[in-house]
């Protein structure tokens, strides 16, 4: 049980294909996550980077607070079920289940408790004494499953694990995996390519196409709110209806035109569309329309009033319980459907209807979703991106919610009026000088976006969850985020990126420096190699004054104990000599049982054949009579010559059938008998297992009480050993230190991020060029820093930043700097980026590394 | 009609038959002939070798008795150094092959495929070419003059032979190796309790394949035996037979020594063919 967390996950393969781009999850434990998504979208490869079977190209895994990146698949202390179930054909069903908690050195009692637990859990009972190749599809996936629960990993992964099962035995088995993740409260990750399976199963989805996720949602949301087109698309069946329009704003509201038929316009109030932005009203830009199957009807009696289309029948579906009615909007004649505009109604029956028939139908207009037609995105977002705003220009100064204050990097000089786009996270609630009411406040998962009139605009912001409708709220706007356009539409002010890009290589010591010369590097190094050597000077002082205390004990306990320890170990050879015995017997009894059962197998099977063997010669013999007595009773040719062939066919076909017949009987028995046998066999090496492991443990018990030194010796060893080895690699990992170079100045690297580039990029990382984006307020001023010069001021209302200027690689770069403090322009300081508050992507594949 | 067509049709295929029948018979006679007039030949009393049977009055079984009391054709010696070296031979070699087409058939490494192409390419030339070296590099070890480092020159190319392991590795699902690391195991787990069980046909065939081949070869014994200056007692069956054939009082203990050689072969290939069962790998996964 444990929670997941993946962060900027990405596979490439060695091919340059981007299996995986960019994939951010946090799963809660217990959560049952399914990664749906058509072939060839990376919902697997995810999975098997959770499992450790493929490598993670970038980015960072963890499984609980483990980072698990470079662990072995069998340290993650996860299981897996696979699509083709992967059970050890050469094991019992018994053994199958036993096998990693065998490997993993379980004692043997506690292994056979839990083999038992699973086999009851999932109804295997009486199949453990068989091999995977006696049973079915279902039963051998069961066994899979098995196999994983009764480990109690911590996340259980299920790789399509139903894909090879038939209809009827795959709704089974959802349903066992959706009772069993009740009962086990394990965290559940499952990919399919079944949204059927999606839905029912997740308490949450991941939607994935080509690589990167496209939502994660509870598949009700899913299905009520898609982001984008593709997901309205391929949750859901039937497939969501797909029409162009475009969105038309009139006085109080909004009309939908069908761009590629001749249809009645459909009206939406103004309300409905407040979350879109105003360039999607004005009637140019290409939008779709969907809606499901059950948001239209052609119900008689539900068709009236507004949005009512003309649908041209093509054919029907009928599932029993509903129909589905195939449409047009267009009048086509013949099968000539176009895709963009065909219609699928669901309804209760056929309505009378028939193929060609022109019907009426209501759109639920409440229940449409709209996406940009270039992007595919949607246009109502759950949460809007950015606040689209008329701004009038008072006295060469904005008028946008009050005459607060108002930011010179704005120039609105010789602009008369024009739209200012606020992005959701340039207003902060809480602090500043604006004022407003909420009017409207909507829960979108853990956030609460709230509607708010400042002035005469209504902007959509982020609140808590102590904000009520009503409220008067203060907020502070950050226009560096903003952007300004004038009545042509002409830019006059384009947001600031909010980080700043620098370019840098990773250098190893030597070669910094030997370009620099500077002896601080190397005294770095030394200090690191010094506190190592210190911190285990004290560590192994520890270490010997502890054990030489331990084992000055367990001398004097071994001493006292001397004198009964020879009759001790009498009594327990004793032991020992009557537990061998009890084996021997054991072993001669399974001989024998062994013998017997192939024996009674072999009787039956001799029965069984001679059984069959007198069956088919009677029923040679009976058709033979039969033939010759039809034939001597029989005169007429043709029913003569029919009776002749069906003879001469029998004849052909009775060996054929003898022979299908007595395989059948003679497979069936030789399951029977492999069953009975390897009961037999498994009950036999339980119990030799058994005794084996009490003979060496009441020696080792025996050793451990009377004999404490010797034991006590060989454990201090291995923990030198190992205390040692760790003092090599914390050695190791001091002498090695790295640098980014920005022209001609070092920055020494965290090791926490030099961990995760090499990670990230191998012995690649001396030829990569990294691009590293700091935030505004990171950058820390220092002595050995890059040179800077303070080339302006730039006042972005409620912040208010320095443009500084630098060469880098032969180009000029400015970079925007968020200080306190008070700087001359033309001033040159000394910067640095403060590492642990940046992003560093590397620029070739453009991966995020940190 | 339609009977007419219906009898005739069976006629030919009865034809037909009989035909193909006749063909097999007559390759099967002769496939089998030298190996009946060699038994035939080691029972003889006076070796003729220009009629198939002994004659009336001729039998006898002093060729064998020869074979093994004659001080000058020390059978049993050259049977055991063959025996032995064979034994080794295909110990090794089964280990090392069935090891290499595993790795080949598994791991993902640099050079992987450069390596399986010069392995193929190597292959395609004639062990023998490689005598001259092989023999300076025994002289180097100063192993030439022993029978025994044939073990070492047969073993040492043996890995070469990984094909047809490979190819059944190639067929064992990949998950089980998949389902084994996440059960707890390493490669070495996967290797010898998954893959080695379920490859029973594949390890009889590399046995017998790996002990057939030192058991009949006979130029690198030959090879050895003249380089090394080898006694007549040191040798191979390979090679005593053929120092035999020099011989034409020999005759028919030469024909009892060949009987007597492939006696072992027949032995292992019987008592190794019950667990020559195919269809172990069904119901590992899907199938």
Request: aromatic share 10%; with cysteine.
């Given at each position: 049980?444990?929670?997941?967390?993946?962060?900027?996950?990405?596979?490439?393969?060695?091919?340059?294909?981007?299996?995986?781009?960019?994939?951010?999850?946090?799963?809660?434990?217990?959560?049952?996550?399914?990664?749906?998504?058509?072939?060839?979208?990376?919902?697997?490869?995810?999975?098997?980077?959770?499992?450790?079977?493929?490598?993670?190209?970038?980015?960072?895994?963890?499984?609980?607070?483990?980072?698990?990146?470079?662990?072995?698949?069998?340290?993650?202390?996860?299981?897996?079920?696979?699509?083709?179930?992967?059970?050890?054909?050469?094991?019992?069903?018994?053994?199958?289940?036993?096998?990693?908690?065998?490997?993993?050195?379980?004692?043997?009692?506690?292994?056979?408790?839990?083999?038992?637990?699973?086999?009851?859990?999932?109804?295997?009972?009486?199949?453990?004494?068989?091999?995977?190749?006696?049973?079915?599809?279902?039963?051998?996936?069961?066994?899979?499953?098995?196999?994983?629960?009764?480990?109690?990993?911590?996340?259980?992964?299920?790789?399509?694990?139903?894909?090879?099962?038939?209809?009827?035995?795959?709704?089974?088995?959802?349903?066992?995996?959706?009772?069993?993740?009740?009962?086990?409260?394990?965290?559940f990750i499952y990919v399919t390519h079944d949204q059927v399976e999606a839905m029912t199963l997740g308490t949450r989805v991941v939607v994935m196409k080509l690589g990167r996720v496209q939502q994660i949602d509870s598949p009700q949301n899913l299905y009520d709110h898609p982001i984008n087109k593709f997901v309205a698309g391929f949750i859901g069946t039937p497939q969501m209806n797909f029409?162009?329009?475009?969105?038309?704003?009139?006085?109080?509201?909004?009309?939908?035109?069908?761009?590629?038929?001749?249809?009645?316009?459909?009206?939406?109030?103004?309300?409905?569309?407040?979350?879109?932005?105003?360039?999607?009203?004005?009637?140019?830009?290409?939008?779709?329309?969907?809606?499901?199957?059950?948001?239209?009807?052609?119900?008689?009696?539900?068709?009236?009033?507004?949005?009512?289309?003309?649908?041209?029948?093509?054919?029907?579906?009928?599932?029993?319980?509903?129909?589905?009615?195939?449409?047009?909007?267009?009048?086509?004649?013949?099968?000539?459907?176009?895709?963009?505009?065909?219609?699928?109604?669901?309804?209760?029956?056929?309505?009378?209807?028939?193929?060609?028939?022109?019907?009426?139908?209501?759109?639920?207009?409440?229940?449409?979703?709209?996406?940009?037609?270039?992007?595919?995105?949607?246009?109502?977002?759950?949460?809007?991106?950015?606040?689209?705003?008329?701004?009038?220009?008072?006295?060469?100064?904005?008028?946008?919610?009050?005459?607060?204050?108002?930011?010179?990097?704005?120039?609105?000089?010789?602009?008369?009026?024009?739209?200012?786009?606020?992005?959701?996270?340039?207003?902060?609630?809480?602090?500043?000088?604006?004022?407003?009411?909420?009017?409207?406040?909507?829960?979108?998962?853990?956030?609460?976006?709230?509607?708010?009139?400042?002035?005469?605009?209504?902007?959509?912001?982020?609140?808590?969850?102590?904000?009520?409708?009503?409220?008067?709220?203060?907020?502070?706007?950050?226009?560096?985020?903003?952007?300004?356009?004038?009545?042509?539409?002409?830019?006059?002010?384009?947001?600031?990126?909010?980080?700043?890009?620098?370019?840098?290589?990773?250098?190893?010591?030597?070669?910094?420096?030997?370009?620099?010369?500077?002896?601080?590097?190397?005294?770095?190094?030394?200090?690191?190699?010094?506190?190592?050597?210190?911190?285990?000077?004290?560590?192994?002082?520890?270490?010997?004054?502890?054990?030489?205390?331990?084992?000055?004990?367990?001398?004097?306990?071994?001493?006292?104990?001397?004198?009964?320890?020879?009759?001790?170990?009498?009594?327990?050879?004793?032991?020992?000599?009557?537990?061998?015995?009890?084996?021997?017997?054991?072993?001669?009894?399974?001989?024998?049982?062994?013998?017997?059962?192939?024996?009674?197998?072999?009787?039956?099977?001799?029965?069984?054949?001679?059984?069959?063997?007198?069956?088919?010669?009677?029923?040679?013999?009976?058709?033979?009579?039969?033939?010759?007595?039809?034939?001597?009773?029989?005169?007429?040719?043709?029913?003569?010559?029919?009776?002749?062939?069906?003879?001469?066919?029998?004849?052909?076909?009775?060996?054929?059938?003898?022979?299908?017949?007595?395989?059948?009987?003679?497979?069936?028995?030789?399951?029977?008998?492999?069953?009975?046998?390897?009961?037999?066999?498994?009950?036999?090496?339980?119990?030799?297992?058994?005794?084996?492991?009490?003979?060496?443990?009441?020696?080792?018990?025996?050793?451990?009480?009377?004999?404490?030194?010797?034991?006590?010796?060989?454990?201090?060893?291995?923990?030198?050993?190992?205390?040692?080895?760790?003092?090599?690699?914390?050695?190791?990992?001091?002498?090695?230190?790295?640098?980014?170079?920005?022209?001609?100045?070092?920055?020494?690297?965290?090791?926490?991020?030099?961990?995760?580039?090499?990670?990230?990029?191998?012995?690649?990382?001396?030829?990569?060029?990294?691009?590293?984006?700091?935030?505004?307020?990171?950058?820390i001023k220092t002595n050995d820093g890059k040179e800077y010069k303070v080339v302006s001021y730039v006042n972005y209302g409620d912040v208010k930043m320095y443009k500084c200027t630098t060469d880098c690689m032969g180009e000029k770069i400015a970079i925007y700097i968020n200080k306190a403090e008070e700087l001359e322009i033309g001033q040159t300081i000394s910067l640095l980026p403060d590492?642990?508050?940046?992003?560093?992507?590397?620029?070739?594949?453009?991966?995020?590394?940190? | 009609?339609?009977?007419?067509?219906?009898?005739?049709?069976?006629?030919?295929?009865?034809?037909?038959?009989?035909?193909?029948?006749?063909?097999?018979?007559?390759?099967?006679?002769?496939?089998?002939?030298?190996?009946?007039?060699?038994?035939?030949?080691?029972?003889?009393?006076?070796?003729?070798?220009?009629?198939?049977?002994?004659?009336?009055?001729?039998?006898?079984?002093?060729?064998?008795?020869?074979?093994?009391?004659?001080?000058?054709t020390p059978f049993f010696s050259w049977w055991l150094n063959t025996f032995i070296i064979a034994f080794f031979t295909a110990a090794l070699q089964t280990v090392l092959v069935l090891m290499t087409a595993y790795a080949l058939s598994r791991l993902r490494f640099t050079g992987r495929q450069a390596l399986m192409k010069l392995i193929l390419i190597l292959g395609m030339f004639p062990g023998?070419?490689?005598?001259?070296?092989?023999?300076?590099?025994?002289?180097?070890?100063?192993?030439?003059?022993?029978?025994?480092?044939?073990?070492?020159?047969?073993?040492?190319?043996?890995?070469?032979?990984?094909?047809?392991?490979?190819?059944?590795?190639?067929?064992?699902?990949?998950?089980?190796?998949?389902?084994?690391?996440?059960?707890?195991?390493?490669?070495?787990?996967?290797?010898?309790?998954?893959?080695?069980?379920?490859?029973?046909?594949?390890?009889?065939?590399?046995?017998?394949?790996?002990?057939?081949?030192?058991?009949?070869?006979?130029?690198?014994?030959?090879?050895?035996?003249?380089?090394?200056?080898?006694?007549?007692?040191?040798?191979?069956?390979?090679?005593?037979?053929?120092?035999?054939?020099?011989?034409?009082?020999?005759?028919?203990?030469?024909?009892?020594?060949?009987?007597?050689?492939?006696?072992?072969?027949?032995?292992?290939?019987?008592?190794?063919?019950?667990?020559?069962?195919?269809?172990?790998?069904?119901?590992?996964?899907?199938?």
């Amino acid at each position: 049980m444990a929670s997941l967390k993946l962060e900027h996950i990405y596979k490439v393969y060695p091919n340059g294909h981007k299996a995986v781009s960019d994939f951010n999850m946090n799963i809660e434990d217990g959560e049952f996550i399914v990664f749906v998504g058509p072939s060839g979208c990376g919902k697997s490869t995810t999975l098997r980077m959770i499992a450790g079977l493929e490598e993670i190209t970038s980015g960072e895994l963890y499984i609980g607070d483990t980072l698990v990146n470079d662990m072995q698949p069998k340290d993650r202390d996860i299981a897996m079920v696979f699509q083709n179930y992967a059970l050890y054909p050469h094991m019992t069903v018994y053994e199958n289940m036993a096998f990693g908690l065998t490997l993993r050195k379980v004692p043997r009692t506690e292994i056979h408790e839990k083999v038992m637990w699973a086999a009851d859990v999932l109804g295997l009972r009486e199949y453990l004494d068989r091999k995977p190749k006696a049973m079915s599809g279902g039963q051998r996936q069961r066994v899979s499953l098995g196999r994983a629960i009764l480990r109690n990993p911590k996340v259980m992964l299920l790789d399509e694990p139903l894909s090879n099962l038939d209809a009827k035995l795959r709704s089974q088995m959802r349903s066992e995996i959706s009772k069993l993740h009740q009962q086990l409260k394990t965290t559940f990750i499952y990919v399919t390519h079944d949204q059927v399976e999606a839905m029912t199963l997740g308490t949450r989805v991941v939607v994935m196409k080509l690589g990167r996720v496209q939502q994660i949602d509870s598949p009700q949301n899913l299905y009520d709110h898609p982001i984008n087109k593709f997901v309205a698309g391929f949750i859901g069946t039937p497939q969501m209806n797909f029409f162009n329009v475009t969105l038309k704003e009139e006085k109080d509201k909004v009309t939908v035109n069908f761009k590629d038929c001749e249809q009645p316009n459909l009206t939406l109030t103004k309300d409905q569309v407040l979350k879109a932005e105003k360039k999607y009203l004005q009637g140019d830009k290409g939008i779709i329309l969907g809606f499901r199957c059950e948001a239209i009807t052609a119900e008689t009696e539900l068709v009236k009033g507004d949005n009512i289309v003309n649908v041209t029948i093509s054919h029907f579906e009928e599932l029993g319980n509903e129909t589905l009615i195939y449409g047009d909007l267009k009048e086509v004649s013949g099968l000539g459907n176009d895709s963009t505009t065909s219609v699928i109604i669901k309804a209760t029956s056929k309505l009378g209807y028939k193929p060609g028939d022109v019907i009426k139908a209501k759109i639920d207009v409440q229940k449409i979703h709209l996406f940009d037609a270039e992007s595919e995105m949607t246009i109502l977002p759950p949460i809007p991106e950015k606040n689209v705003l008329p701004v009038d220009i008072v006295n060469e100064k904005m008028n946008l919610f009050s005459n607060a204050s108002k930011p010179e990097s704005i120039p609105v000089d010789f602009v008369k009026d024009g739209t200012i786009s606020l992005p959701i996270d340039s207003i902060t609630v809480g602090k500043g000088k604006e004022t407003g009411t909420i009017l409207k406040i909507e829960q979108q998962r853990k956030e609460y976006l709230a509607l708010v009139e400042a002035g005469n605009k209504k902007i959509f912001v982020l609140v808590n969850d102590k904000a009520k409708v009503g409220d008067k709220i203060t907020f502070s706007v950050d226009y560096s985020k903003a952007t300004f356009r004038d009545e042509n539409d002409k830019l006059i002010a384009s947001p600031l990126a909010d980080k700043d890009d620098i370019s840098a290589t990773f250098v190893n010591l030597k070669t910094a420096y030997e370009t620099t010369k500077n002896e601080s590097f190397n005294q770095i190094r030394d200090q690191r190699i010094k506190a190592v050597n210190d911190e285990y000077q004290q560590k192994e002082t520890e270490f010997a004054e502890k054990w030489n205390k331990l084992l000055e004990e367990a001398k004097v306990k071994e001493e006292s104990l001397a004198s009964q320890a020879d009759s001790k170990k009498a009594e327990v050879l004793k032991e020992n000599e009557q537990l061998k015995l009890d084996l021997a017997n054991a072993k001669t009894k399974y001989a024998q049982d062994k013998k017997e059962c192939k024996a009674k197998h072999t009787e039956i099977k001799k029965t069984e054949i001679a059984k069959i063997e007198n069956q088919y010669k009677q029923m040679w013999a009976k058709e033979a009579d039969e033939y010759h007595e039809s034939m001597a009773k029989n005169k007429d040719a043709d029913s003569r010559r029919s009776r002749r062939l069906s003879y001469q066919v029998f004849k052909e076909s009775f060996p054929q059938m003898k022979n299908n017949d007595l395989e059948r009987k003679t497979n069936a028995l030789e399951f029977d008998k492999e069953t009975e046998l390897n009961a037999i066999k498994s009950q036999f090496s339980q119990f030799k297992n058994f005794t084996t492991d009490k003979i060496k443990q009441n020696l080792v018990k025996f050793n451990e009480e009377y004999h404490p030194y010797n034991a006590l010796l060989a454990k201090q060893k291995e923990e030198l050993k190992e205390l040692q080895n760790k003092k090599k690699d914390d050695l190791l990992h001091a002498e090695l230190i790295f640098f980014f170079k920005y022209e001609d100045t070092y920055q020494l690297i965290p090791d926490e991020i030099t961990n995760k580039i090499i990670q990230g990029l191998g012995n690649k990382v001396f030829t990569k060029i990294f691009k590293i984006r700091v935030p505004h307020a990171n950058f820390i001023k220092t002595n050995d820093g890059k040179e800077y010069k303070v080339v302006s001021y730039v006042n972005y209302g409620d912040v208010k930043m320095y443009k500084c200027t630098t060469d880098c690689m032969g180009e000029k770069i400015a970079i925007y700097i968020n200080k306190a403090e008070e700087l001359e322009i033309g001033q040159t300081i000394s910067l640095l980026p403060d590492l642990s508050s940046t992003e560093i992507y590397e620029t070739e594949l453009n991966i995020r590394l940190y | 009609m339609e009977k007419k067509h219906y009898a005739s049709k069976r006629a030919l295929e009865k034809g037909n038959r009989i035909l193909v029948y006749a063909i097999l018979i007559v390759i099967c006679l002769i496939w089998v002939f030298p190996f009946f007039y060699l038994v035939f030949q080691s029972f003889g009393l006076n070796p003729n070798p220009k009629s198939i049977f002994p004659g009336p009055g001729n039998w006898t079984i002093n060729n064998y008795a020869q074979l093994f009391t004659n001080k000058s054709t020390p059978f049993f010696s050259w049977w055991l150094n063959t025996f032995i070296i064979a034994f080794f031979t295909a110990a090794l070699q089964t280990v090392l092959v069935l090891m290499t087409a595993y790795a080949l058939s598994r791991l993902r490494f640099t050079g992987r495929q450069a390596l399986m192409k010069l392995i193929l390419i190597l292959g395609m030339f004639p062990g023998f070419l490689g005598m001259l070296v092989i023999y300076y590099i025994l002289k180097l070890l100063n192993l030439n003059t022993s029978i025994y480092s044939l073990i070492l020159v047969y073993a040492a190319s043996s890995m070469m032979s990984y094909y047809i392991a490979k190819g059944f590795f190639d067929t064992i699902s990949k998950s089980l190796d998949e389902a084994v690391l996440i059960d707890g195991g390493t490669k070495n787990t996967v290797f010898w309790r998954v893959i080695l069980p379920l490859s029973k046909p594949i390890i009889i065939y590399t046995i017998l394949v790996s002990f057939t081949g030192p058991w009949g070869d006979f130029m690198f014994g030959k090879y050895i035996a003249i380089s090394g200056g080898l006694q007549v007692n040191e040798f191979t069956v390979a090679v005593g037979l053929q120092y035999l054939t020099g011989f034409d009082e020999y005759y028919g203990v030469f024909c009892a020594g060949a009987v007597m050689v492939s006696i072992p072969i027949t032995a292992l290939f019987f008592w190794l063919q019950r667990y020559y069962v195919e269809g172990i790998a069904g119901g590992a996964v899907k199938g």
